[in-house]
């Protein structure tokens, strides 16, 4: 049984749990509590698991004694464990109501073929399963997910490497740092690592930081099925409590839309604009969190209105091209976010060593005009961006249409420094340059209703000379 299948089998059990009123995140939260003991239990690393709340503990119960049993589980490995197991059952509590689904469930995991899921790997397993909720659109848990196709390009054209320290300040599922973890394990021999290489490497390499105390559970237990030992910090990136995140040699990142509940402002003293406007102070926050030594990299998905905000929005534009070499902007197509109608782009830069005219000109990449219209029926594949990687990595392959350029000074010349640039014409939108002039137009539709008049005269002239003939 594959991966795919399992995934499927796994998501389809949430039907059980409707009678109990569970919503689809709240499912993958309990499917995370009981999926951590099994796969525990397949790959021999539950040492860190008491005996008595061990799988075999569930497997062995049925009825209320299995409710209860599962419940103290619960409670016991929040407060008494310690590391991972007592961060990803922090706090745990259980939806489920009857012990008949409860049961159902744990025996449909159990009869299911792991050998081949271990082979493929569990954390793909477990990042289909958060797939399947963000696709879910009454789960809303969309908006904490990156499509992987995304993530994968935006990673591969970073290129994270090896000691390289990376970060994802709204890490949501852990996503992007799996993707950097994946690319820098593809690219490099691991086993030669030195031991003080493989203790960074697992231990210190990877970091995020998550508001939202059930996505900050389903990125642990991401991270744990992937084998990375990750800090990831349940958190607000904009408070200053998070000012000592810094020194970051990767950022890549999708931060929260929209403004702050009450139109508070960020509590970082660090950062130059406070605003409302989350995306402009996280957008701030991450070019502050950056290395200074013209290396330090970062890609992050952020709205248009980032590109043409005035006030504020001008003012974190200036600075970000200022403490930064911005020197490409992909504006993304529609409809591969959970909210179908936001515009977005993927901003790419790179933190230079002084803080004043690192940007001398800024590429554009137009993904979103006259595209496919990308949905549940028509996804985002990595072929799609074929035109885009090319150019990004080499600019004598930027010939189509789509890539265009504007320097710094072209740039300063727009209202409020604007970055909203690079859209190509709209083969949707009728020019008026296109329409016929009314005048001509009117003119010919009299010529031709007169030579129809004409014709229509002769025809009846025609018909009269037959009736008379008979």
Not at 23 to 38: D, G, N, P, R, S
Not at 151 to 163: F, R, S
């Amino acid at each position: 049984m594959s991966t795919q299948d399992i995934v499927q089998k796994l998501w389809n059990l949430c039907n059980v749990l409707r009678d109990d009123g569970i919503t689809y995140h709240q499912y993958v939260t309990e499917l995370t509590y009981i999926l951590f003991l099994k796969m525990a239990d397949e790959t021999g690393a539950d040492k860190d698991i008491p005996e008595a709340y061990r799988w075999g503990s569930l497997t062995s119960r049925s009825g209320i004694d299995l409710k209860k049993h599962y419940y103290t589980l619960l409670s016991k490995l929040g407060e008494e464990s310690v590391g991972r197991v007592a961060q990803i059952y922090a706090n745990a509590s259980s939806s489920i109501e009857e012990p008949k689904n409860l049961e159902k469930i744990i025996t449909e995991i159990d009869k299911l073929d792991w050998y081949e899921a271990k082979e493929e790997g569990l954390g793909d397993l477990y990042e289909g399963l958060l797939e399947k909720n963000a696709n879910e659109k009454k789960s809303g848990a969309g908006q904490y997910f990156t499509p992987r196709v995304l993530i994968d390009v935006m990673t591969e054209l970073i290129k994270p490497q090896l000691g390289d320290k990376c970060f994802d300040p709204a890490c949501g599922t852990f996503g992007f740092m799996i993707a950097a973890n994946r690319y820098v394990n593809a690219h490099n021999d691991m086993y030669a690592l030195s031991d003080r290489q493989a203790d960074f490497q697992q231990n210190k390499a990877f970091n995020g930081v998550e508001l939202v105390h059930e996505t900050h559970r389903l990125a642990l237990m991401n991270a744990y099925l992937h084998n990375m030992n990750a800090n990831i910090t349940l958190g607000d990136s904009l408070a200053q409590s998070a000012k000592g995140l810094k020194d970051f040699d990767v950022i890549l990142t999708n931060p929260p839309f929209g403004t702050k509940k009450g139109g508070e402002r960020a509590t970082r003293d660090d950062i130059s604009f406070q605003t409302s406007n989350k995306q402009l102070n996280f957008l701030q926050v991450i070019y502050r969190s950056l290395k200074t030594d013209g290396k330090a990299r970062c890609a992050v998905v952020l709205p248009d209105n980032v590109l043409f905000a005035a006030g504020d929005g001008a003012s974190v534009r200036r600075e970000l091209m200022n403490f930064c070499n911005l020197h490409t902007i992909l504006r993304l197509p529609t409809g591969i976010f959970y909210a179908q109608g936001v515009k977005t782009n993927v901003l790419f830069f790179t933190r230079g060593t002084t803080e004043q005219d690192n940007t001398t000109e800024v590429a554009f990449y137009d993904m979103r005009t006259n595209m496919d219209s990308f949905g549940k029926t028509r996804q985002l594949r990595e072929s799609d961006f074929d035109e885009f990687v090319a150019g990004y990595e080499d600019s004598s392959k930027r010939t189509g249409e789509r890539w265009s350029k504007f320097t710094r000074e072209e740039i300063a010349k727009n209202p409020d420094d604007s970055l909203d640039l690079g859209l190509i014409r709209d083969d949707s939108i009728v020019d008026y340059d296109d329409l016929p002039d009314p005048v001509e137009s009117g003119e010919e539709a009299i010529a031709n209703l007169e030579e129809a008049v004409d014709l229509l005269k002769s025809v009846v002239r025609e018909l009269r000379a037959l009736t008379e003939e008979k």
